[in-house]
Structure formats: structure tokens, C-alpha cells
């Protein structure tokens, strides 16, 4: 079956960086993009960044641009998201998802790994 | 960017009801690129509808998505006690960002 666990999370000072990991099993990694998509404390759901198949293409969420790097290795059946410059309204519990082939819609979602950006 | 607006906010029902849920997005978009998701407490978001209409595999069939253009509407015929949860709407119009709404928490009356 379809699995998605991320890891990496943790509390952290603003300004600083961090890496989350999603770790893939039970799909055809390679063929599929991938998102990933964050929730504030009490808050709704905020889609943050997604990467195609291959790695090639990659879009960010206006409040992350410029400062969050989403990559994959496709050997490793693994997905990251490199966090740098976090602020406090980076605090979120950060999900990774799978994409469906051809609609890019997030069929299948990890259980999250929660980011604490603080002093 | 598309900015996806969900109403109401709370809809507070009795199982056995029908529930119907609005998603209106600031500029048009397909059908297509549009989705539905259900979060329950302490879980992840659960894919239900895509594409505007088409459930997601071992959705109900209770479970129904229909609208176009810039209004989309979700439909629970008969609401299980399970179904209680909070539900959000997501676009993937032509190009990113892709928006979600606020969400539509549906509470038992």
C-alpha cells in the first residue's frame, strides 16, 4: 500500500534552516510529482511547494519562494524540503503528498511532521 | 492567483441529513483541476473528489462533487456519524500557487 513518512521536523530558531524528509514505499516513486502542503497550529491548509517526476519542474507558494528548496531522488524513493530563513509563521505541521498521474491532485498524504519556528 | 472561498464556515447538521457545501473561486477555472478533501482530528487530509465530480478511490457514493467555472459544490446525501469533519476545496487551475479554500467544518447539531 501507498506510504508516505516524513521526518525532520523539530523546534528550531527563526533565521535558522531545516530539512524534512518524506520516505515513499508502495507506488512507482519515479512516475508520480509530489507536494508538499503545511497546517498552522488550529489553521487551514496551505499548499507550499510540489516538484514533477523527474525533478525538473518545480513551483513554490509565494510565501515560501525564495527560501524553501523542494528536491527529490528518485533512487532513494525519498522527498525533501530544504527550509531556510524560517520565521515563526513557518510553525506548522508540514505533510508530504503524493501527486496523481496526470491531474497533480494529492491522492495519498503522509501523517506529518511538525516544524516549531522559536526563541 | 485563484483564491478558492468556502461557505459556510460551519454548517452544523443531524446524521441522516444532506449537506451541501460551497466553493467559489475568485477567476474561473476547468472543472478538472478541482478537488475536495475531508480532515478529521489529529489525521491527515483524505483525497474524496476530483476533478470536480469523480471520487476518489473508496469514497462512498454518498459522497457526490458537482460545478464549473468559478462554483463548486460538494454533497453529502445522508450524513453518517463519520462524516463529521472539517472539508476543503483545492484548486490546480493552470499554473500554481494551488490555492486551498478556509475550510468548512461540519459539526453534529
Known amino acids: 500500500q501507498v506510504q508516505l513518512v516524513e521526518s525532520g521536523g523539530g523546534v528550531v530558531q527563526p533565521g535558522r534552516s531545516l530539512r524534512l524528509s518524506c520516505a515513499a514505499s508502495g507506488f512507482i516513486f519515479r512516475s508520480h510529482s509530489l507536494h508538499w502542503v503545511r497546517q498552522a497550529p488550529g489553521k487551514g491548509l496551505e499548499w507550499v511547494a510540489i516538484?514533477?517526476?523527474?525533478?525538473?519542474?518545480?513551483s513554490y507558494a509565494d510565501s515560501v519562494k525564495g527560501r524553501f528548496t523542494i528536491s527529490r531522488d528518485n533512487s532513494r524513493n525519498t522527498l525533501y524540503l530544504q527550509m531556510n530563513g524560517l520565521t515563526p509563521e513557518d510553525t506548522a505541521l508540514y505533510y508530504c503528498?503524493?501527486?496523481?498521474?496526470?491531474?497533480?491532485?494529492?491522492?495519498?498524504w503522509g501523517q506529518g511532521t511538525l516544524v516549531t519556528v522559536s526563541s | 492567483e485563484i483564491v478558492l472561498t468556502q461557505s459556510p464556515g460551519t454548517l452544523s447538521l443531524s446524521p441522516g441529513e444532506r449537506a451541501t457545501l460551497s466553493c467559489r473561486a475568485s477567476q474561473s477555472f476547468s472543472r478538472f483541476y478541482l478537488a475536495w478533501y475531508q480532515q478529521k482530528p489529529g489525521q491527515a487530509p483524505r483525497l474524496l473528489i476530483y476533478g470536480a465530480s469523480s471520487r476518489a478511490t473508496g469514497i462512498p457514493d454518498r459522497f457526490s462533487g458537482s460545478g464549473s467555472g468559478t462554483d463548486f459544490t460538494l454533497t453529502i446525501s445522508r450524513l453518517e456519524p463519520e462524516d463529521f469533519a472539517v472539508y476543503y476545496c483545492?484548486?490546480?487551475?493552470?499554473?500554481?500557487?494551488?490555492?486551498f479554500g478556509q475550510g468548512t467544518k461540519l459539526e453534529i447539531k
Open positions: 516538484t514533477s517526476y523527474d525533478d525538473n519542474d518545480k
Open positions: 503528498a503524493r501527486g496523481m498521474m496526470a491531474t497533480l491532485m494529492a491522492d495519498y
Open positions: 483545492q484548486q490546480y487551475g493552470s499554473s500554481p500557487p494551488y490555492t
